[in-house]
């Protein structure tokens, strides 16, 4: 009033006491009474004092005003929970407008007056507004904040300053006009609209020393964090930086905090998020728990209302005082202060863990190269960092400092640098435009044709240096270099195969796993037959082109024995021999061997084939096993860890000690296959590969070299013993599947498929059928006998797992890369159903009597009925590639992730225990009894060559032994010995001795 210069005012009579306390202290004034009307007339005479001195008394007021109300309402809520405001009621409403959609779907909100006059109210006493001030309407009219701008400026006497749209979509003039022309003291406003400044913009100007900027608001987005508004601000800055939070559904704002100046001056490093503070008049803040149920600390959504702080939501008339609504904003509360997480649509799962996206936008604005940066989650499968640089040679930077600053599963799949960050009318981050940019920012990349292969290698030693954080100015990659052994791991590997799949513009089939276990020349000239599949694909002279397995007979011996001596009996007229194998996941498979299996008593579940009833399949459960070979004399305690790393020392002890091992000339990632006839236990024998081509026999107790025989290739696949027991199934790198004399390891059929057989073959003991798949997408059922493939089935993706019989109902399943689980009828080939987890499939299937789990890379266990019904999903915070291995009883199955820990669930998918490894938990866990203390245990391993051995029901460590090799084969036990694979070239038989502390 002062600023207008007012000299006369007509106020109602029963309002003039009001109007005389509310002002006497600001003003002289002379009433003269206006009967005709009932008014009163007030001639003014202004004094010389200060508005804010009037300000400080009532904020006082609404302080006091705010807590009660804050704190009553709950109880005022129960008083009069009939009580209910109408929107029919006459001037109920104030205005209505629509929610802008961004992070939810769109509402028509109906804003009554008694809703939105607290948040002006409150504002005026809190940002200390006199007639001096000048507010930039920031908001546009369709964006309730606007309400607060004008109202606040209006009531207050300050001047409102609106600007053109043409002059606010351009930074540097729009910061002249306000700052320079027109000195703007409250600026409320969204972090994006503040970031279209541009760092160097605010500093200089917004939040200079010198600025005219009184107060800075900021709200409807996540707050930046400390360390980027400190850099924002310019040394000698005193404007006051408030967060404000609110939903449009409870029009307009409802908490606010503001900054200390101590932290905003401190020039320590802060990396603690800014909390949403306290409410704001009338208005009441929970949070609540998932299941409804109001906390005071930990993680919950944020819920906002408050006895007369409620508007009415599309078709609704009457709404009770005191109404709650959902944000879908998530805080964690610490202390009684709530701290912002991320909206429910920002929380996504990426690589098995939960990750707020608002979390990595902070982390890379808050690096020293980004002017300012987006993120968002493509198509909910790809992480694309948007980036507005201070210089363009950054990529390869931004990268190594968000691998310093966040974990893996938070590292983006990509930055794409742009000019500006769009943005929509209500000063909000426009994701649609950012997926529009990324659109085609992917089309023209595609459309870049590769001039040749040298250009080929040079892009593909460029990504391989960038992803694996390597100096571009080292010497060229070797060709024999492994991306795992370089530095590279699944998370890595999968931004790998998509800068690949980007530079040559097509998907690279296979190309996933050729990157998780071949050399890079062996990559690019995958990558080369299909880019360039007319062309010469020999681009080195020391690279022997592999050779086409479509033009391969299938009689081919491309090796020869090495040794061919054998205990075992090979026999051929009989037709059938009683044997038990045991193979990975304490898969145990006895053929006529039940009795002899009973009588060891030995614990493993077992599958058992007769010939009296060839198609029955038994469990043999919770049997003894026999004597362990020996007692250790050390007798030191090992400990039951627990999550809180808290510790109990146990008397018992248990020590691995090498028995024997056999060198394979190669690493070993397959898993040992051990065979035990029955009529002879004393000649069971391991068979497994190598990398070194070699398939090797060797005698389980003495770890004598019965034979070996090399095969064309790389040996991956795990063996599988035929029905008879005279033969030995393996696949091979080269796109063979050899079947091998059990006793001699002579070749006696070798099937071809088109690409290379990693998934280890499946024996079904009612038809003595084989089934396994292959790297060229399809599955096969062969007879080996006959010598010839049964069926083929295309199965819309690389099998790398091994495929999983169950009998009732007689299903065989496999896993792909493509993410399809596929129940296929074991007789025909027909396929049952499939299931699609988005995600590629590394762990093999497992069946139980009821279900049918397995491993996902985002991280998930997965469990389904035998009719596809999926009933539960377990999640870890990384890929899971082991294999899932039940219990005895079925009650528990066990499985490891590349979080480092190894798992144990109920069969109901609830965690039962995890343990911590010390490294990633690639093999399968193995389930065996232990007769001394009458418990399961567990055999695993760990990445980094760690060999755990737990008791199965609690988790508790019993035993570590580390061998002096990485190790992705999956450890077997038979009776007290420990058979396993190492990437040191050996494999590996320890016993596991027991010992009693005195």
Request: include cysteine.
């Amino acid at each position: 009033m002062k600023k207008c210069n007012l000299q006369y005012i007509l106020v109602e009579k029963q309002q003039s006491n009001k109007f005389k306390s509310s002002y006497g202290k600001l003003l002289n004034y002379d009433a003269l009474t206006v009967e005709h009307n009932d008014l009163v007339l007030f001639r003014l005479h202004w004094k010389n004092v200060e508005v804010s001195l009037m300000l400080n008394d009532r904020k006082e007021k609404y302080e006091k005003e705010k807590v009660v109300n804050s704190t009553s309402s709950e109880k005022s809520n129960e008083k009069k929970p009939e009580e209910h405001v109408d929107a029919r009621l006459k001037h109920c409403l104030a205005y209505v407008l629509h929610t802008s959609g961004t992070t939810g779907t769109p509402k028509i909100v109906r804003v009554p007056h008694a809703c939105i006059v607290p948040n002006i109210q409150h504002f005026r006493v809190l940002f200390e507004i006199t007639q001096e001030d000048v507010l930039f309407l920031a908001s546009p009219l369709t964006f309730d904040p606007s309400v607060v701008e004008i109202f606040v400026a209006l009531s207050s006497g300050a001047s409102l300053l609106i600007v053109p749209t043409s002059v606010k979509v351009l930074p540097s003039k729009l910061a002249a006009v306000l700052f320079s022309h027109h000195r703007v003291t409250i600026l409320q406003a969204t972090p994006t609209l503040l970031r279209r400044f541009g760092s160097q913009l605010i500093k200089s100007t917004v939040l200079s020393a010198s600025t005219s900027l009184r107060v800075l608001a900021l709200g409807g987005e996540a707050f930046p964090s400390l360390t980027v508004l400190k850099g924002w601000r310019e040394v000698g800055n005193r404007t006051q930086i408030f967060n404000v939070y609110g939903i449009t559904e409870v029009s307009s704002w409802a908490t606010f905090y503001r900054i200390p100046e101590e932290i905003l001056n401190s020039t320590l490093k802060c990396e603690l998020p800014v909390q949403l503070g306290f409410p704001l008049l009338g208005t009441v803040v929970e949070v609540r728990d998932t299941s409804g149920f109001r906390i005071e600390e930990g993680n919950g959504q944020v819920f906002l209302g408050g006895r007369n702080r409620v508007c009415f939501l599309d078709g609704e008339v009457t709404v009770p005082l005191g109404t709650m609504r959902a944000t879908g904003d998530f805080v964690t509360v610490k202390d009684g202060e709530l701290f912002f997480l991320g909206r429910k649509d920002s929380q996504i799962k990426r690589h098995g863990k939960r990750l707020n996206i608002e979390l990595v936008q902070q982390v890379a604005e808050g690096l020293q190269q980004v002017e300012s940066c987006a993120v968002i989650w493509y198509n909910q499968e790809k992480l694309i960092l948007f980036m507005v640089s201070k210089n363009e040679l950054v990529k390869n930077y931004i990268f190594k400092e968000l691998e310093t600053h966040l974990p893996s599963h938070a590292i983006p799949d990509e930055l794409v640098l742009i000019d500006s960050l769009p943005f929509t009318s209500h000063g909000k981050i426009d994701v649609s435009e950012l997926n529009k940019i990324y659109l085609n920012y992917t089309n023209l990349k595609s459309e870049h044709k590769l001039k040749g292969k040298e250009e080929l290698w040079g892009k593909l030693q460029h990504l391989w240096k960038s992803i694996l954080s390597l100096s571009e100015d080292s010497l060229k990659v070797p060709d024999e270099s492994l991306f795992l052994n370089s530095g590279g791991d699944s998370l890595k590997s999968i931004r790998l195969l998509n800068e690949i799949e980007k530079l040559v513009g097509t998907s690279v089939p296979g190309l996933l796993e050729i990157i998780l276990s071949n050399s890079i020349l062996e990559i690019y000239n995958h990558i080369l037959q299909t880019v360039f599949p007319d062309e010469d694909l020999t681009f080195r002279e020391n690279y022997a082109t592999k050779r086409k397995f479509s033009n391969v007979n299938q009689e081919e011996t491309s090796g020869k024995s090495l040794h061919q001596k054998s205990d075992m009996p090979l026999n051929l007229d009989s037709g059938i021999n009683a044997f038990i194998a045991l193979s990975r996941g304490s898969q145990i498979l006895s053929v006529n061997a039940t009795k002899f299996l009973t009588k060891l008593k030995h614990c493993p579940s077992a599958y058992s084939s007769d010939l009296i009833s060839q198609t029955a399949i038994k469990k043999v459960k919770s049997l003894n096993p026999p004597a362990l070979l020996g007692q250790s004399k050390d007798s030191t305690c090992v400990e039951k860890v627990y999550e809180d790393g808290t510790s109990v020392i146990r008397a018992e002890t248990m020590e691995l000690r090498v028995r024997w091992r056999a060198d394979t000339g190669k690493c070993v990632d397959a898993s040992p296959l051990v065979v035990i006839p029955a009529v002879d236990k004393s000649s069971a024998t391991v068979y497994i590969g190598s990398h070194s081509h070699r398939m090797m026999a060797v005698d389980l107790y003495s770890g004598k070299v019965k034979w070996e025989q090399l095969l064309g290739d790389r040996i991956e696949s795990s063996a599988c013993v035929s029905k008879c027991g005279n033969f030995i199934v393996v696949g091979c790198y080269n796109g063979l599947v050899y079947v091998l004399k059990s006793n001699n390891g002579e070749k006696h059929w070798v099937f071809t498929t088109e690409d290379a057989v990693r998934s280890s073959a499946t024996m079904d003991p009612s038809t003595g059928f084989l089934y396994l798949g292959s790297h060229d997408q399809h599955a096969y059922a062969l007879d080996i006998h006959e010598k010839k493939c049964v069926w083929k089935l295309k199965c819309g993706g690389t099998i790398f797992s091994s495929p999983c019989l169950n009998l009732i109902p007689y299903h065989l399943y496999f896993a792909t890369l493509g993410g399809l689980l596929l129940a296929v009828n074991p007789a025909t080939g027909n396929r049952v159903w499939k299931h699609c987890c988005g995600k590629p499939l590394f762990s093999s299937p497992r069946c139980c009597l009821q279900y049918v789990c397995v491993g996902c890379v985002d991280g998930n266990l997965l469990c389904f009925t035998h009719f596809g019904e999926q009933v539960w999903q377990f999640s870890t915070s990384e890929p899971i590639f082991s294999s899932p291995c039940p219990s005895t009883s079925e009650q528990e199955i066990f499985f490891g992730s590349h979080d480092c820990f190894i798992y144990c669930c109920t069969m109901k998918g609830h965690l039962q225990w995890k343990f911590e490894t010390t490294s990633r938990v690639y093999s399968t866990p193995f389930a065996f009894h232990n007769k001394y203390s009458n418990e399961t245990l567990l055999a695993a391993a760990s990445t980094d060559g760690k060999l755990w051995i737990l008791e199965s029901k609690s988790g508790q460590l019993q035993s570590m032994y580390a061998l002096p090799g990485e190790v992705f084969s999956s450890p077997v036990v038979w009776e007290s010995m420990l058979i396993i694979g190492c990437r040191n070239n050996y494999v590996y038989c320890l016993d596991l001795l027991i010992s009693n502390k005195k």
